[in-house]
């Protein structure tokens, strides 16, 4: 039975960690304390120091009753946790959602990884991939590495795993499809693998982790710089001018991430669901092939309808952890909360939500 979630996320992290907590802890109501939080931080070639702790805002909502209260809700998402990273554990979130599952084509986005990175095992997913008789697909990469092209991409899939528990799928091996952006800042079109078009549903499952560029990659980065074709990329790393990718404005860099996820979703109308993986929760992305080790401790599953909701939720859970000083350092020296506030301010989601346990 999925219960109401009526502790603090500081004490679920606490109740998930090796040292647990004690069992006559005080019940204290949830709430999301950088939901509506205006965050600053350094350029991106800040240092690294100790960061200062974000403020609890008072900006906490009611935890509903029950899971079928909170599907029926208009107004906030529903975004559903596990502490079980496993393979039951991803099951059991994905099937939490209830999801109906179209006739067709079903696309499991993934990021593929380079070798050495903290990518999701194939051990780890593949009991949902087969499930759902999903092909998982990836784009190629626009800095170089193994997977800057096709072949190389494919190779690496097989390497990794991915080929021995389903068909995947280059989506920019062919070329790109373009998308409209409506609502946009920097941009007004993306560019997508043109095999996108070719899916009926999408399931998004992320790594949740830190990134060098964005400070944290979750489901948005998954569906816009993941979804985006080599040249697409580009694109957005450069706010939309066409310029360099390493060397554009950081604040339209982010801001063009969810302009491209938008048109992602507006494209897809609803037939997407988004899943985050909490593990290994490095400062580095699975772009990176030598990545920091991580120094928290894992967390758990999360998945939601919503992107923006499910990207807030591990961000808060984050800034909750006792350990997470050093993601939070990568994340605010690269002002990466600015990529969940313009995807709010556009309408790609929601940054406020219900957050409900479906752990026994």
């Known amino acids: 039975m999925k219960k109401r979630l009526s502790i603090s996320l500081a004490l679920m992290l606490c109740a998930a960690s090796l040292a647990g907590c004690a069992a006559n802890e005080p019940e204290v109501s949830f709430g999301s304390p950088l939901a509506e939080s205006s965050q600053t931080a350094a350029a991106d070639t800040a240092p690294e120091s100790e960061p200062e702790q974000s403020p609890q805002e008072e900006t906490q909502q009611e935890t509903p009753a029950s899971a079928d209260e909170a599907l029926v809700s208009e107004e906030e998402p529903v975004v559903y946790m596990t502490t079980d990273i496993s393979p039951e554990g991803l099951m059991a979130i994905y099937e939490a959602l209830g999801v109906q599952l179209p006739e067709g084509n079903i696309a499991v986005k993934i990021s593929t990884g380079e070798t050495g990175s903290n990518y999701l095992r194939p051990e780890l997913i593949g009991d949902?991939?087969?499930?759902?008789?999903?092909?998982?697909?990836?784009?190629?990469?626009?800095?170089?590495?193994?997977?800057?092209?096709?072949?190389?991409?494919?190779?690496?899939?097989?390497?990794?795993?991915?080929?021995?528990?389903?068909?995947?799928?280059?989506?920019?091996?062919?070329?790109?499809?373009?998308?409209?952006?409506?609502?946009?800042?920097?941009?007004?079109?993306?560019?997508?693998?043109?095999?996108?078009?070719?899916?009926?549903?999408?399931?998004v499952l992320s790594h949740f982790k830190g990134h060098a560029m964005a400070g944290f990659g979750g489901a948005i980065k998954n569906i816009s710089i993941g979804i985006a074709s080599s040249d697409g990329k580009a694109h957005i790393h450069s706010g939309g001018t066409g310029g360099s990718m390493w060397g554009g404005d950081q604040n339209a860099f982010l801001e063009s991430m969810a302009e491209?996820?938008?048109?992602?979703?507006?494209?897809?109308?609803?037939?997407?669901?988004?899943?985050?993986?909490?593990?290994?929760?490095?400062?580095?992305?699975?772009?990176?092939?030598?990545?920091?080790?991580?120094?928290?401790?894992?967390?758990?599953?999360?998945?939601?309808?919503?992107?923006?909701?499910?990207d807030q939720a591990c961000i808060d859970l984050v800034y909750s952890a006792e350990d997470g000083a050093s993601l939070i350092q990568r994340i605010e020296s690269r002002n990466g909360l600015l990529t969940l506030e313009h995807a709010g301010e556009i309408g790609l989601g929601s940054r406020t939500y219900h957050l409900v346990s479906i752990d026994e």
């Open 128 to 203: 949902l991939v087969q499930a759902v008789g999903g092909t998982i697909v990836e784009c190629n990469t626009a800095y170089g590495g193994e997977r800057a092209n096709t072949a190389y991409h494919m190779q690496l899939a097989e390497d990794h795993g991915y080929t021995a528990i389903a068909d995947v799928d280059i989506m920019d091996a062919d070329g790109f499809m373009t998308l409209p952006v409506t609502g946009g800042t920097h941009l007004t079109e993306n560019y997508v693998g043109s095999h996108f078009e070719n899916y009926d549903y999408f399931i």
């Open 260 to 310: 491209a996820g938008k048109s992602v979703a507006d494209y897809m109308d609803g037939n997407m669901l988004y899943i985050n993986v909490m593990n290994r929760l490095s400062v580095d992305c699975d772009c990176d092939g030598n990545p920091a080790e991580p120094d928290m401790h894992d967390i758990g599953i999360l998945a939601s309808f919503d992107p923006v909701a499910v």
